[in-house]
């Protein structure tokens, strides 16, 4: 109640609230402490399963939240089997499933379920139990502040567009499509150039398919600007680039000097197959098809940021973060975005 009556006359003293507008102050589900992350890289938020101490990965690019199989083993979890498959960017598969008990500060959900991570995703250590995803994520507005290092779930029962309960001179406010997957689409200018992008917590670095870098930009893969950068990991044939583009904008809010990995193309066939789901798996909706996403913004961009996702609104409320506070911070895990069909 407190929480939601400061964020109350947070909106009144920005935006002059009248008697006869809508009365819906902003109300807080829970609230905890993001586990720092060296640069930022990931956003880490401390949980219980069965009762024991573990860590999630938010991951907004992620399909169904996860669990490790190692931490599965290590809570000695039956596993069970789904006709849901579940795909990770390198096109490996999960298809069971686990129960646990999930505490994430104030909130608490008896028996529920986790996906099973495919088989050889690495999320660090066992101290890192898996991922956070839109299943989850989207029957809640997300305030992500990486200035506080708070990670904050509200209810979405409170007036559209009265959000910004903190200090901002400058404030985007982004359209976005969401997904059946729950998948976050919105455009960005990258070098002047309108583009879709995903929005994805999960993903350390932000990316951009090799064709749109060759079609779009001119970039010649291997040059000195565009130099290779090593293989996709089950990979070994796909190659991976860098490059260093003037400005990324999101609504007018830009980074300038944006450093952007460039990948083969396989996101696009893992987002096909998601919109095209075989028989046995869950059936595609009608906004399923995700094909036309050009890149994953990622952690490297997103950190910049103070981030609210309003998914009832289809809307982002975004402005620059506050400069975050001094404290020692962990190795970021590697990258788990997800498909799904």
């Known amino acids: 109640m407190r929480f939601a009556m400061t964020f109350a006359a947070a909106l009144a003293l920005a935006g002059g609230a009248h008697a006869d507008e809508c009365a819906k102050p902003l109300s807080l589900v829970t609230s905890v402490d993001m586990t720092p992350v060296e640069d930022n890289r990931a956003v880490l938020i401390p949980v219980t399963l069965n009762g024991k101490q573990k860590q999630l990965l938010v991951d907004t690019g992620g399909a169904m939240t996860e669990m490790s199989p190692e931490v599965a083993d290590e809570l000695a979890l039956p596993r069970q089997k789904t006709g849901y498959q579940l795909f990770d960017v390198s096109g490996r598969v ?106 994805d917590t999960g993903a350390s670095n932000t990316t951009l398919s090799e064709p749109i870098a060759e079609q779009e930009f001119g970039l010649k893969m291997g040059t000195p600007d565009t130099p290779a950068t090593g293989t996709l990991a089950t990979r070994s044939a796909a190659t991976t680039y860098h490059h260093v583009f003037d400005t990324l904008a999101v609504e007018g809010i830009a980074v300038s000097h944006t450093d952007i990995d460039i990948m083969p193309d396989f996101l696009k066939q893992v987002a096909t197959e998601a919109a095209t789901p075989e028989t046995g798996s869950h059936l595609a909706g009608r906004r399923a098809d995700e094909t036309q996403q050009a890149m994953l913004l990622g952690m490297n961009i997103l950190r910049h940021f103070h981030i609210y996702i309003a998914y009832k609104e289809d809307k982002i409320y975004i402005t620059p973060a506050t400069p975050p506070a001094n404290a020692p911070a962990a190795a970021a895990p590697a990258s788990a975005t997800t498909a799904t069909h």
Do not use: R
Request: glycine letters at 10%; aromatic letters at 8%.
């Open 94 to 199: 999960s298809n069971q499933y686990v129960h646990a008990d999930l505490g994430l500060g104030t909130l608490t959900a008896k028996d529920m379920i986790f996906m099973l991570a495919p088989s050889g995703q690495d999320f660090g250590d066992t101290q890192i139990a898996g991922l956070l995803a839109p299943d989850i994520l989207k029957n809640y507005d997300v305030d992500i502040d990486f200035g506080a290092g708070k990670f904050n779930l509200l209810s979405q029962d409170h007036c559209e567009g009265k959000v910004i309960y903190w200090k901002a001179d400058v404030v985007a406010v982004v359209p976005i499509k969401v997904m059946a997957s729950g998948h976050i689409l919105l455009p960005v200018t990258l070098n002047g150039k309108q583009l879709t992008a995903m929005l």
